[in-house]
C-alpha cells in the first residue's frame, strides 16, 4: 500500500502486529481515530502503555492482578486446596462466570508448544510443582484445551507430579447442553458415552 | 466480563472503542501485546499519538500528507484540471493503485449522512466550490461510493456548481471484469446496458 504520509504508514505498521488485524482493517482503525476527538486516540495510548508498564501478577496463581495477591487468592471463602489449571485470564474470566467454582486457580500463561518456541519453563508449570511439594494441593483440575497442545501440558504436568498423593481430574468433555446429538462432532460423542455419569449426579445442576 | 485487573479492565475499554472490535476482541489484542516485548506497546501507542497530533491535511485536495501539499498536488506531472471527488484516503489509494489517472483529487472526509449527523458543512465541499468558482477546474469526476449517503453527496455538489461550466462525470458502474453476467445483480447489469460504450474503447485498456 502506498500511503502519502510517514505518521499514518507507521501507525498503520504498528496496528497491522496486532493479531487478526491485516493492514487494510488498521487503516481502517487509524482513520477512525483520526475522525474521532484526539482524547480517544490519547486515552487508547495511554491505557495500553499503562496497562503494559504497571501490569502486575499475582505471586500465587500468576493470574493478572493489580494487587500483590488477587482477589481469588485473598478471598477467605474459597478453597485453596483445590486448583484449576488453566492458560490464561481468559479462562479464569470464563470460569468465574459459572459461580460454579470456589477454588484456586494456576495460571499457565499458555500451553507447551515446541512449534511456537514455548517450552515448560516458559510457562509457571515449576511453581506450580513447588506448591504441591509443600503439600498445599489436594485436587489438580485440569482445564486446558482439547489440542494437542493442551494435552501436552497436561501430560507433561501430570508425568511430574505422579509421586505426589494428590486427586487429578479434568473438566468434562461432552454434548453442550441444549445440542443435538445429531450435530455433534463422533469424538466428543463418542467420549460423552464413554465417561457417563450416574443420572443422579445430572439432576443437581438443574 | 469481570477483570481482576483496572488496568486491563481500562485497555480493554479504550481498544472496544474501535469500530469492529468488541470486548473479546479487544481483550486478545491486548493479552497478546502483555505476552510481547514491552516495545512494542510502546511503539504503538507511539504512532497512534504521533499520528493523531501531528498529522496533517493537504491544503488544496484535504487528503492526509506529512508536507503542506500533497504528493500529488505538487507533481508537475498531473492535470490540476482534472478533479476527482473521493471520500477518504483509501479512495485515493485504490485509484492511484491503477495508475490509469494521472489528475488530481479532492478528499470530501465523509459523505452527506442525516443519519449520522454529518451534513455538507462537516465535509470539504466549500473549499471544493472555491476552486470551482476560481476556474481552476475543467472536469469534475465523481468516485462516491454508490449508496444512498453517497448519491445524496454527488447530488448536493451537482446542484451547487450546476451554474458552472465544467464537465462532471462519474465513474463506469458496470460488471467487474472477468465475472459472469449470470451471477450480476440486475441493477448493476441493467445499468452497464444502459451505459454500454463503443466497442473500440473497450480495447483502449486490454
Redo the contacts between chains.
Keep these: ?8 504508514e ?2 498503520v ?3 497491522s ?5 491485516g493492514k487494510r ?1 488498521a ?9 474521532q476527538p ?1 482524547q ?17 501478577f ?1 505471586s500465587n496463581c500468576h ?4 494487587t500483590a495477591l ?3 487468592c485473598a478471598s477467605q471463602n474459597r478453597n485453596a486446596k483445590i486448583v484449576c489449571v488453566v492458560e ?3 479462562d ?2 470464563a470460569i ?2 459459572t459461580s460454579q467454582y470456589r477454588g484456586h486457580y494456576h495460571v499457565l500463561g ?1 500451553k507447551i508448544s515446541p512449534m511456537d518456541g514455548i517450552g515448560p519453563h516458559d510457562l509457571t508449570i515449576n511453581s506450580l510443582i513447588q506448591k504441591i511439594e509443600e503439600g498445599k494441593i489436594e485436587e489438580l483440575i485440569f482445564a486446558l484445551s482439547s489440542t494437542m497442545e493442551g494435552d501436552t501440558t497436561n501430560f507433561y504436568i501430570f508425568k511430574q507430579i505422579e509421586g505426589f498423593n494428590i486427586i487429578t481430574t479434568t473438566i468434562a468433555r461432552g454434548i453442550s447442553v441444549g445440542d443435538e446429538l445429531e450435530y455433534a462432532d463422533e469424538v466428543t460423542l463418542g467420549r460423552s458415552i464413554v465417561n457417563r455419569i450416574p443420572f443422579e449426579n445430572s439432576l443437581k445442576n438443574s
Aim: proline share 2%; hydrophobic share 45%.
Design positions: 500500500m502506498d500511503f502519502s504520509s510517514k505518521l499514518l507507521n501507525a505498521n504498528e496496528m502486529q496486532l493479531p487478526g488485524i482493517t487503516l481502517r482503525l487509524v482513520l477512525h481515530l483520526l475522525k484526539a480517544q486516540t490519547e486515552n487508547l495510548a495511554t491505557a495500553i502503555q499503562q496497562m503494559r508498564e504497571l501490569v502486575n499475582c493470574n493478572i492482578s493489580d488477587c482477589e481469588i490464561d485470564i481468559r479464569v474470566m468465574e462466570a499458555g
